[in-house]
């Protein structure tokens, strides 16, 4: 029993412990599966996601590794093609740029390099996100490059749900997963989940609604459920979809819903220029263009480095109020 | 019915299909299928036309005798005293 | 006085290096211009004397102002140019921020209407102009033309536009002449076995039920077209598709000019008096203005018909994306060779252009065959 499993008579349960049950679940089924990454063991991770496994699986399964994200990823790579399952925490995504080479260049590709002959079941998880004032080396959202690359699937779960289920279904994968958690989420409180696996196919309509389509993932879920409230509040019905997976992504979702709605908004956290906003925001161009009623709108941090200060730091991300308005204006005045 | 009226019923009708043109402004002997740009379905309604309006049914064979506004007027003459 | 930069509006000389009545070649330095960023030798890019300099030394003058006159070897001096007006040198104005959503249509242009919009109009016959936008910045959306669609079903569309009319048709036969590569058949059909059946139809009917010659024309192609899928269809970037339905289209010219060709629907399946009515309605509608734009856009095939006071036969040009256009001459009395006799009988000249890209001579003179037979029995169309 780990301290901040949810207290007894309560079928509540946080992010953070979602994620944990995941792993141990995981680590409890397949002995080839085991964590590593920079301070989860005495630590208990970063984030405390994995407080408690080191005293529950020993020094063999939960790693503590040296600051060398290069090192301890190509680690999990070779332990990936060596029949492992490993599980490689990476502190913040800022950070995993340090090991970008071993992701994009090894990962990504081998099975296509080696003609099919190695898988590379390797998962990796990390936080991404601003919010907790830990300024621009830790906060940024770039999971966007990541879903730029072919031989990678990027998940990005935006509910305990999904935090509790996705894991599993990443390591079954026999290619390499990539699991952003968003450091805003792990605090999140929800109904206990079952242990059933979930879907890594496929996007999820959150909320439904026939006047505009709201796409989003991750962290910028609650944000626009709460956007959406608002817009309820003026008898406008937005549909929120949670992207769930950035690559490969679920276009048929996103279409059908846009075709139905007509308006679309996307609320992504990272910069606009050049990110998965703009790929979505094309795709719809690309697909449902006779559809639409409006110019689709994004909503995007601002385009400088994340700042410290809360208020600056309040200020340079989507809120609220930002996605009311730019779903407001697909609908013109009322 | 006179002459003129039956002009007049004539003219109307032609104008109906052919606003561009005003049928009382040509020559009584022009051949309307030139002058007015009437083809084999402006000749149909104008049968057509006349025919709900005169009761006077003109069959395929005369269609020749209509092709001038003078002609219409006195083959419709004819036609209507012979009723 | 050059542009020595792309910032740079205006420049001082400071000091000429030729006098007047010095020979000057292409690439002597002749005077110096001191700007913001320094002092910049002028090179200059003719040969000749220097007859006359403009401006003189201290003076700060905008770009573009002759600083001197040249005049080329032989050459009479040329009057003094007049100096370009003053113009005050002011900074550039401040650029506009780019705008975030697209800006509205300036008046006069086409409405301002989104895609959706756009699409549902020309289904349903709206004309976007007529309406108010109810989307972002006064934008047509698709829930406005559903309401006017809703409240005028049948709204008349007003006059064709003949200028663009005849826009359209030039660009759609450039069009097709560019990219199709057309072939050419054409056959006479005897017609005295049709036109007889039709007179004997229509004797006993009053002339609200009377069917014209190119009513059984177009019902012939319809039908042989059935087995000829490979001139029924549109061709576009990814190949030819095969409607799965005949949808001929008719070519009516417009008084004064201009051509229209829109669809009777399934007319292979319609009979004769329905596809009369539908032709008579079309005509008339095409006359008043009044069709619907999926009229235009249906067809799958096109039946040009001279009529009775064209000529014997025509080549016509395919309507892309269709991929076959048949053409009718006027029915004429003509010699008609039969059993070792010549004969009088009316006869017309029925042709067909195809997209060789789609179709061949060989499969398509079969299709002309069976539109023949076809005329040969009018009672089976």
Not at chain 3, 121 to 130: F, I, P, Q, T, W
Not at chain 3, 223 to 248: I, K, T
Request: proline share 9%; aromatic share 4%.
């Amino acid at each position: 029993m780990t301290a901040d499993r949810p207290p007894p008579g309560t079928n509540e349960i946080t992010y953070r412990e979602a994620v944990k049950q995941a792993i141990r679940d995981a680590m409890i089924r397949d002995p080839r599966v085991f964590l590593m990454g920079e301070d989860v063991g005495r630590y208990g991770g970063c984030y405390a996601v994995s407080k408690g496994l080191l005293e529950e699986f020993g020094p063999e399964r939960i790693r503590d590794t040296p600051l060398s994200e290069s090192t301890f990823t190509g680690a999990g790579i070779g332990a990936a093609l060596g029949g492992m399952r490993p599980i490689v925490e990476i502190m913040t995504v800022n950070f995993s740029l340090l090991a970008l080479d071993q992701i994009v260049n090894n990962a990504a590709t081998l099975l296509h390099m080696s003609g099919g002959l190695f898988n590379v079941p390797l998962v990796i998880r990390m936080a991404t996100g601003a919010g907790r004032q830990l300024a621009a080396q830790h906060s940024h959202s770039l999971e966007g490059w990541y879903a730029h690359v072919p031989g990678l699937k990027v998940l990005a779960p935006a509910t305990i749900e999904d935090a509790r289920g996705m894991l599993w279904p990443a390591l079954e994968d026999p290619d390499p997963v990539l699991i952003f958690e968003h450091v805003m989420l792990y605090n999140d409180t929800g109904p206990l989940p079952d242990r059933r696996p979930v879907d890594i196919t496929k996007a999820a309509v959150r909320r439904p609604g026939k006047d505009v389509t709201i796409i989003t993932y991750g962290g910028m879920l609650p944000k626009t459920l709460a956007a959406a409230d608002m817009l309820a509040a003026d008898g406008i019905a937005a549909e929120v979809i949670d992207l769930r997976v950035l690559r490969p992504l679920d276009e048929e979702t996103v279409i059908a819903s846009v075709r139905r709605t007509r308006r679309a908004v996307i609320v992504d956290e990272g910069w606009r220029s050049g990110s998965l906003s703009a790929e979505i925001s094309a795709r719809i161009m690309e697909q449902a263009f006779w559809d639409l009623d409006a110019p689709v709108g994004r909503v995007c941090s601002a385009e400088v480095p994340m700042p410290y200060p809360r208020h600056l730091e309040q200020a340079a991300l989507p809120q609220p109020d930002g996605i009311v308005a730019a779903a407001r204006a697909t609908l013109g005045p009322r | 019915m006179t002459e003129n009226e039956i002009r007049n019923v004539v003219i109307d009708e032609m104008r109906n299909l052919t606003p561009e043109i005003d049928p009382a402004e040509i020559s009584g002997d022009a051949d309307i299928r030139e002058a007015l740009d009437f083809d084999s379905m402006d000749i149909l309604n104008l049968v057509t036309a006349l025919h709900k309006r005169l009761g006077v049914d003109i069959p395929e064979a005369d269609y020749p005798k209509i092709t001038t506004v003078d002609g219409a007027v006195a083959y419709l003459r004819e036609r209507s005293r012979a009723a | 006085m050059p542009s020595l930069g792309a910032d740079m509006a205006a420049g001082k000389l400071v000091e000429w290096l030729k006098k007047p009545g010095d020979a000057v070649r292409r690439g002597d330095i002749v005077a110096v211009v001191e700007t913001q960023k320094g002092a910049i030798e002028v090179e200059i890019f003719e040969t000749g004397v220097l007859s006359e300099t403009l401006v003189p030394p201290g003076a700060t003058v905008p770009v573009g102002t002759p600083l001197a006159l040249i005049v080329g070897e032989g050459e009479p001096a040329r009057a003094r140019p007049t100096p370009p007006p003053e113009r005050p040198i002011a900074p550039a104005p401040p650029t506009a921020p780019p705008p975030v959503a697209p800006p509205p249509a300036a008046a006069g242009a086409r409405p301002l209407a989104s895609p959706a919009a756009r699409r549902l109009a020309a289904a349903r016959g709206v004309d976007l102009a007529a309406l108010t936008g109810s989307g972002p910045g006064g934008a047509v959306v698709s829930a406005d033309v559903e309401r006017a669609a809703e409240r005028a079903p049948a709204a008349a569309r007003g006059r064709i536009d003949l200028a663009a009319m005849r826009q359209a048709i030039a660009a759609a036969m450039a069009r097709s002449k560019r990219e199709i590569p057309h072939y050419y058949l054409s056959t006479s059909i005897d017609m005295t076995t049709a036109l007889a059946w039709l007179e004997a139809r229509n004797a006993d009917r009053p002339p609200a039920e009377r069917l014209l010659p190119a009513v059984l024309l177009v019902k012939a192609v319809a039908l042989a077209l059935r087995r000829f899928p490979e001139l029924n269809g549109f061709h576009s970037a990814d190949g030819f598709r095969p409607a799965e339905d005949v949808h001929v289209g008719v070519a009516i010219a417009l008084r004064g000019g201009g051509l229209v060709a829109p669809a009777i629907r399934d007319t292979a399946a319609r009979p004769l008096d329905d596809l009369m009515a539908a032709f008579r309605d079309l005509v008339a509608r095409v006359r008043a203005g009044t069709l619907r734009s999926s009229e235009l856009s249906d067809p799958t095939i096109t039946v040009s018909s001279l009529g009775e006071r064209g000529v014997e036969g025509m080549l016509a040009v395919i309507y892309p994306p269709q991929v076959a256009i048949v053409g009718f001459g006027s029915v004429t009395r003509r010699p008609w060779a039969t059993d070792d006799r010549v004969e009088v009988r009316p006869a017309v000249t029925a042709s067909l252009a195809g997209d060789h890209r789609v179709s061949d001579g060989h499969r398509a003179a079969l299709f002309l065959r069976e539109v023949d037979d076809l005329l040969q029995s009018p009672e089976r169309l």
